[in-house]
């Protein structure tokens, strides 16, 4: 019940940010389109970020094809929404338009989502029984061979790229679905599946030995991590209106790990901290284009070698909270070794 | 039958190319269990040496000695920044988790990308002819000069590679590391010199590639590391990653394929090979051709 | 009827014999004890059991059904437990939640309950928690509940090995060298604790260990192998007095 509530709370709020953010709420108050645009793909990326976290940080396995069940979701749903945008929004034409396009956007998203899935279990079964390098290896292969089938795809526009989807995404539909995969997210880990993928990051072996089954675990974990990533593409595509296989390279994975990395392997709140963080950077930087990209490459070196786990490391935004009431207790009693 | 043996000699020529710069991948996954994605970079960072050097040449004869010194040279400049790298980049993660090496390799590979295309422009440059062009005519097959250097200069180096791995003390040390880099120390081998001459040796031969590719298809551009690096990691894995003559079987079977699906089916799919037969290769047979299953001892 | 039996399994690493053609039975809450030089194939005798080494040759029975080829997740299932010669727990996780993980094997960790919470989850949390918490004090290691499992001293880290590999209900629990790195003290209680588990939870407990004392202390049959092959099985007694155990251990001196 508790949840409930604060889920509609959440909406609530969300629909009120929405609205003054662009201006619908109230006439004098918004921020620029750019501002915007900029906030939106923010919230893309939060997605793309929390949802890659769970098969990289919390499962500990290396998947760099992100981009690859992106793109799925992207192409998938943009192709329904072309193709059958009209006759789906014809099942509801009683009601308003705002209905219309909300029920499109879900029927599509969910669609995209669920092929970004099947494409996730396909590409997990086989693979995720590989090293941890070799998985990094075949993951990134599969990205690849994704978007080149897409690129020889005419249906969807190919090299050309894909446009004509409608605008059904906004900052409203990104964020209430980010928020929904923080939560989801938040609760995979929290429960007692969640446990077992954090066992099996800490010790595949004694974790199989303990009786779980490592292997479904995995493969569950991923699925619902490229259905996510699905989700993303869908909301990416019908917010930029416009698709280009170039959009989805490696690069575009490598963004996301990056992401991850530097909020935290392991932190869901060090995810959605290193998507806007990372944002924040390539766009404020964004003048000095070429030196942007030098420097922020070096900048992850320097990362690397000076502080691995990122920000938050395993840690979230409650073990801060929580610390402070923490405190007050006796710490316990050492014993010796 | 001519258009097969065409085929095959041109799959051999670009096989060669991927064979050199797959031993720098294979090479230094062997000693330090590191994917080094900046490896295909250091390939461009060849290509560019030899262009620059070559430039330098400019006003003499184009000959095979001019080519050969530009090569060598873009070799040593090579070798010393595969040095720089691992010292400064590697090094200090070495003894990190796999995945902080991974993300450093991808940092390193962004950075040399960047600042190639500042330094360098990121408009493609063209590589000045070097040697007497010439084309030969065996057998109803066509090899150009360009081909010709490419294979013999190849299977030199590899064959020099080979003698330096299995006679001298150096390559026997770098083969003592690669199975366990611990032991070895305790052996009183200074395994940082070790690793540093895998990544020189590595890094040169991907120079030579570099020039050899800039001889053949004269466009260079700061971004060609990015298929080529890909491609000749594929052939490495498929070889069995670690593997010397992996590396080069699986470079030359990546380059043979490619050129046999272009030229008999399409060549829309022609990057997409080398990512399925990888696929196929993970997934079916994970330690490569050559390579031995590894069992984590529990 | 025996609960676990080995007949002629033989485990070979390319050319080299690690088990030779062994031979082993272990009845019902059983005390039994796997001793021999280092290298005599202990660790890999309980690698081949549990699943993750297959056997080269030979037959593994557990409770009457072979076990040879599955999985050491379904091996645990069914009811065998191990701990590790070199502590494999899980760091970053607290030790509550490290014996969490195995007491839930047996309930298939669903998706969905997970993420809506349904009453069914809180339940079988409420369970696992419970069953949990009881574990970590008989252990004596309640006060490190909230603590993570790397940081714990040496000996509770041994300790929550065996309570984690307890956590998955086993009916036959299978110790590596749990006495390793114990002072004399740390020893005795680890004795008393195996006897406890053996007679309170009705289980059969096989046990690889060096330290003689505890061997021959806790075990009703003690089973010598020498180069992976067997070299005697009997009682402590009969056993520290075979000439043939005493060349394979002191060499003959």
């Known amino acids: 019940m508790k949840a409930l509530v604060r889920a509609v709370a959440l909406v609530a709020v969300l629909f009120v940010v929405s609205g003054l953010l662009t201006g619908s709420l109230i006439e004098s108050v918004s921020i620029s389109p750019y501002f915007l645009q900029v906030l939106c793909l923010a919230g893309i990326n939060i997605i793309l970020a929390v949802s890659l976290n769970l098969i990289n940080g919390f499962t500990g396995q290396f998947s760099i094809g992100h981009a690859g069940f992106m793109a799925i979701g992207a192409y998938v749903s943009s192709f329904l929404s072309i193709t059958f945008g009209d006759r789906i929004r014809g099942v509801v034409s009683f009601a308003p338009e705002a209905v219309q396009n909300s029920l499109l956007l879900l029927a599509v998203l969910a669609v995209g989502a669920l092929c970004a899935g099947a494409a996730g279990f396909l590409v997990g079964v086989p693979s995720l029984r590989l090293r941890g390098d070799y998985l990094a290896i075949v993951t990134l292969g599969f990205g690849e061979i994704i978007r080149v089938f897409i690129v020889n795809i005419d249906a969807v526009g190919g090299a050309r790229g894909l446009g004509g989807m409608p605008k059904l995404a906004n900052f409203f539909w990104i964020y209430l679905f980010a928020a929904g995969t923080v939560a989801v997210v938040t609760r995979i880990v929290g429960s007692s599946f969640g446990r077992t993928l954090i066992a099996i990051r800490e010790d595949e072996i004694a974790a199989e030995a303990m009786g779980v089954n490592t292997t479904r675990a995995k493969v569950l974990s991923f699925v619902v991590s490229s259905a996510m990533a699905g989700v993303a593409g869908g909301l990416f595509a019908h917010y930029l209106i416009y698709l280009h296989p170039n959009s989805f390279t490696f690069i575009r994975s490598f963004e996301i790990i990056i992401m991850i990395v530097i909020g935290g392997l392991g932190s869901i709140t060090g995810s959605v901290l290193g998507a806007v963080l990372y944002i924040t950077l390539t766009e404020g930087l964004r003048q000095f284009a070429q030196y942007r990209m030098v420097a922020f490459s070096l900048l992850l070196v320097i990362l690397m070698i000076v502080r691995p786990q990122g920000i938050l490391g395993h840690r979230e935004l409650r073990h801060f909270l929580g610390k402070r009431r923490r405190a007050s207790e006796p710490p316990p009693p050492a014993v010796a070794a | ?298 | 009827m025996a609960l676990l039996e080995l007949s002629g399994v033989t485990m070979r690493f390319g050319g080299l014999v690690a088990v030779n053609a062994l031979d082993l039975k272990l009845e019902p809450g059983q005390l039994y004890g796997l001793i021999g030089p280092n290298g005599a194939g202990k660790t890999t005798v309980f690698n081949v059991i549990t699943g993750v080494y297959r056997p080269t040759s030979g037959a593994i029975r557990f409770k009457e059904h072979s076990i040879v080829g599955e999985r050491s997740g379904k091996i645990t299932r069914r009811g065998i437990a191990r701990t590790f010669q070199n502590i494999r727990l899980f760091g970053e996780m607290t030790v509550l939640e490290n014996v969490k993980v195995a007491a839930h094997c047996r309930q298939t960790a669903d998706l969905g309950s997970a993420v809506f919470r349904t009453p069914a989850h809180h339940s079988e949390e409420r369970r696992v928690d419970e069953q949990s918490r009881e574990l970590l004090k008989i252990f004596h290691l309640e006060q490190f509940g909230g603590e993570k499992a790397k940081n714990l001293p040496y000996g509770s880290q041994r300790r929550l090995e065996i309570a984690r590999a307890m956590a998955t209900l086993p009916r036959l629990l299978l110790l590596d060298e749990p006495a390793a790195g114990m002072n004399p003290q740390e020893a005795r209680q680890l004795m008393d604790l195996i006897r406890w588990v053996r007679d309170h939870f009705d289980m059969a407990i096989l046990l690889v260990e060096h330290n003689m004392k505890v061997v021959m202390g806790v075990c009703e049959t003690v089973h010598v192998l020498d180069y992976g092959a067997t070299i005697a099985v009997g009682t402590p007694a009969e056993i520290q007095n075979n000439p043939k155990v005493i060349e394979a251990y002191l060499g003959g001196a």
Request: net charge positive; with cysteine; proline share 3%.
């Open chain 2, 1 to 298: 039958m001519t258009t097969f043996l065409q085929q095959l000699v041109n799959g051999l020529s670009l096989g060669s190319i991927y064979a050199l710069i797959a031993l720098g991948y294979t090479m230094v996954y062997g000693v330090l269990r590191l994917i080094n994605f900046a490896h295909g970079d250091v390939y461009m960072l060849g290509a560019y040496a030899g262009y620059y050097l070559s430039r330098k040449l400019k006003g003499s004869e184009p000959s095979l000695v001019g080519a050969l010194l530009v090569m060598l040279g873009a070799m040593v400049f090579c070798a010393i920044i595969g040095i720089f790298i691992e010292r400064f980049a590697y090094r200090p993660v070495r003894r990190a988790a796999r995945l902080t090496l991974l993300i450093t390799a991808i940092g390193v590979s962004l950075f040399i990308e960047n600042a190639a295309q500042l330094v360098f422009g990121p408009d493609p440059k063209f590589f000045p002819s070097l040697a007497p062009r010439a084309d030969f005519l065996v057998a109803g097959v066509r090899l150009t000069s360009e081909q010709l250097t490419v294979i013999a200069v190849s299977v030199i180096l590899m064959i020099l590679l080979r003698f330096f791995i299995l006679k001298t003390r150096t390559g026997k040390a770098m083969r003592a590391v690669s199975f366990n880099l611990d032991a070895a120390k305790l052996m009183g081998i200074s395994t940082d010199r070790i690793i540093a001459i895998t990544f020189a040796l590595g890094s040169a031969l991907a120079a030579a590639a570099g020039v050899l590719i800039g001889m053949q298809i004269p466009k260079i551009d700061p971004l060609m590391g990015i298929n080529y690096g890909l491609k000749a990691f594929v052939a490495a894995v498929l070889g069995g990653i670690g593997n010397v003559p992996g590396a080069v079987l699986g470079g030359l079977l990546i380059g043979t394929s490619e050129v046999m699906v272009v030229g008999y089916l399409s060549s829309t799919y022609r990057d997409a090979i080398a990512f399925g037969i990888l696929i196929l290769v993970l997934l079916l047979r994970p330690q490569g051709i050559l390579g031995r299953a590894q069992k984590e001892k529990v």
